[in-house]
């Protein structure tokens, strides 16, 4: 459910008119939604209430907007980060740095001590070697690293192959044969203090029997590590739950998942971690752009509208299908392909799609598009980068503002060598 819906024949966030927030700001421009975002954290806390200790933490690579993440600190989230950028994002956010969990297999020295200094509450090892490194810069400082051990359980989450992260070849966590032994050797090193195990194999997963399988696994995993006679208190179980990207998508709800964990993990006797984005953050934010034109085509007219892949690059990058709609629908429809300016046929957001009829100068936006949208946001074409906005009921503000090309270019220099 979101806050994106017409009102007398026009497309509002909560109470704000979206053509009011385009004229002020321009197009292309995020809009995120306070009330989505509040009852999306809410209803994915209230599908784990039956397990005894739960920490959950957003993964702010999903959407690392700084009034997103103070938005989730206010309702107790921490957060799942993959850099030093997105741990300072997420301390500038409110989140404590306790309640920060460091993912990511790429860590570097830099990152690693910073996230040491400044006292994040959990790093998630990709590897022994990085856990050799990273117990190494601990001790150095006198301190010990909590730390979680990521495990590849090599099972398939059944999702789009880029976004798949569990199967044995993928790059992430170690091969679950060996992450006892890597375990055991991790826990003699005074630089850190092994807490538990990690699990995240992929994201818009929509079915929860690979989760499952996963977990089970998980749970073998700690029982065998427990009978050496060492210790597992935390049990991070990931992310990864989808969204539905069309109204024919039927995917599991939170309360789904959540009785899925609670039939695995109930008694596991450990604090059970999560890193949920896209459930909490997909469906709260929309994509608001113009149509330039409405250009012939041999089958199906071109839509070009005034987003393009550098803003929104998941269809490009996965397929991904987002809904298109208009901003004042005339009630008719037209069958046509959608596309923004930029010179790559990837740049095509849809093709033979029945959609709201459209007309240069039209508002409209793409849906579901407050996960993985902005984020991964460039200048491609020497475009602005997109800026985004929060409503908040009657009220609205430009939470990131546009950076123009004149910026990125003044950043820019020729040598003199070259004058
Ligand atoms: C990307 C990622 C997540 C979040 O995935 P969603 O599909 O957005 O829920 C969680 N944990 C890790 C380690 C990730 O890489």
């Known amino acids: ?125 990709e590897s022994e070697e990085e856990g050799v490194e990273l117990a190494e810069i601990a001790a150095s400082l006198g301190l010990r690293a909590p730390c979680a051990l990521r495990v590849n ?27 006892a032994g890597i375990y055991a050797r991790l826990s003699a090193l005074a630089g850190l203090d092994m807490k538990g195990l990690a699990v995240h194999i992929g994201s818009q997963i929509s079915d929860l029997e690979p989760s499952r399988l996963a977990f089970i696994k998980m749970g073998e995993l700690m029982e065998a590590i427990r009978a050496e006679g060492l210790s597992v208190t935390h049990m991070d179980l990931g992310g990864g739950l989808g969204v539905p990207y069309k109204a024919s998508d039927s995917l599991p ?34 994509l608001v752009t113009e149509v330039v034109r409405v250009k012939e085509g041999v089958v199906n007219p071109f839509v070009v509208v005034d987003a393009a892949m550098n803003d929104l690059a998941r269809p490009a990058m996965y397929d991904a299908w987002h809904d298109f709609a208009a901003v004042k629908p005339n009630g008719r429809t037209m069958t046509a392909n959608i596309v923004g300016p930029i010179c790559e046929s990837s740049d095509t957001f849809a093709m033979g799609r029945e959609i709201d009829e459209v007309a ?43 950076i123009e090309p004149e910026t990125i270019l003044s950043a820019e220099t020729v040598p003199d060598w070259l004058a």
């Not at 306070?34 to 809410?42: D, I, Q, S, V």
């Not at 039209?362 to 598009?369: H, M, P, Q, S, Y």
């Not at 902005?374 to 409503?391: D, F, G, H, I, Q």
């Open 360 to 402: 240069s100068g039209d508002l409209a936006i793409f849906r579901t598009a407050g996960a993985y949208g902005a984020t991964m946001a460039n200048t491609y074409n020497s475009r602005a980068l997109v800026p985004e906005v929060m409503v908040d009921g009657g009220k609205w503000a430009v939470v990131a503002a546009r």
């Open 253 to 286: 709800t939170p309360q789904e998942y959540g009785a899925m964990v609670v039939s695995v993990a109930k008694d596991w006797g450990v604090t059970l971690m999560f890193e949920p984005g896209r459930v909490i953050s997909g469906n709260s934010g929309v």
């Open 153 to 179: 359980p090599d099972v398939d989450a059944r999702t789009h192959a880029k976004i798949s992260t569990g199967k044995a070849d993928n790059k992430f966590g170690v091969p679950y044969d060996r992450a």
């Open 1 to 125: 459910m979101d806050h994106f819906a017409l009102n007398d024949g026009e497309l509002f966030a909560e109470d704000v008119p979206l053509a009011a927030i385009a004229r002020e700001v321009g197009t292309p421009v995020y809009v995120y939604s306070r009330a989505t975002l509040t009852r999306h954290a809410r209803v994915f806390r209230e599908a784990l209430a039956e397990l005894p200790s739960v920490h959950i933490a957003f993964a702010v690579k999903s959407n690392p907007n700084v009034a997103v993440l103070r938005l989730l600190a206010n309702e107790g989230y921490g957060a799942d980060v993959v850099s030093e950028g997105e741990m300072n994002r997420a301390l500038a956010g409110g989140i404590p740095a306790a309640d920060i969990v460091f993912s990511g297999v790429g860590k570097t020295r830099r990152e690693l001590t910073a996230a040491v200094k400044a006292g994040i509450g959990q790093f998630n090892l």
